[in-house]
Nanobody, 122 residues
Framework: VQLQASGGGLVQPGGSLRLSCAGR????????TTWFRQAPGKEREGVSC????????YYADSVKGRFTVSRDNAKSTAYLQMNSLKPEDTAIYYC????????????????WGKGTQVTVSS
């Protein structure tokens, strides 16, 4: 199983980024995908989750209305579109998967990908 998050970078406040989480070596349609983030000195936070077929999504209150999660199982990839970015969104973003339904709890995840750094700064 391989998961790889990409798409991070440096962006000004109010800007946008789209993160991708590419999976290999497993049947992606059997797993929900959750995005987490961790800022320096802070606990890991569940950001958003998309169900196995993309029909159900969940968001942390801190990102509702600004972030959109989606997936394309044909490409074995999940996405996190991040708009109206704020300095407090600065963190390393990780994707993780678990069998069946969504969870925003990191302890429920079965596999984790390496993170991608997002920095929001002027």
């Amino acid at each position: 199983v391989q998961l790889q998050a990409s798409g991070g970078g440096l962006v000004q406040p109010g800007g946008s980024l789209r993160l991708s989480c590419a999976g290999r070596g497993f049947p992606v349609e059997g797993y929900s995908t959750t995005w987490f983030r961790q800022a320096p000195g802070k606990e890991r936070e569940g950001v958003s989750c998309v169900s196995r077929r993309g029909g159900t999504t969940y968001y942390a209150d801190s990102v509702k209305g600004r972030f959109t999660v989606s997936r394309d199982n044909a490409k074995s990839t999940a996405y996190l579109q991040m708009n109206s970015l704020k300095p407090e969104d600065t963190a390393i973003y990780y994707c993780a998967i678990k069998n069946f339904g969504c969870s925003m709890n990191g302890n429920d995840m079965k596999y984790w990908g390496k993170g991608t750094q997002v920095t929001v700064s002027s």
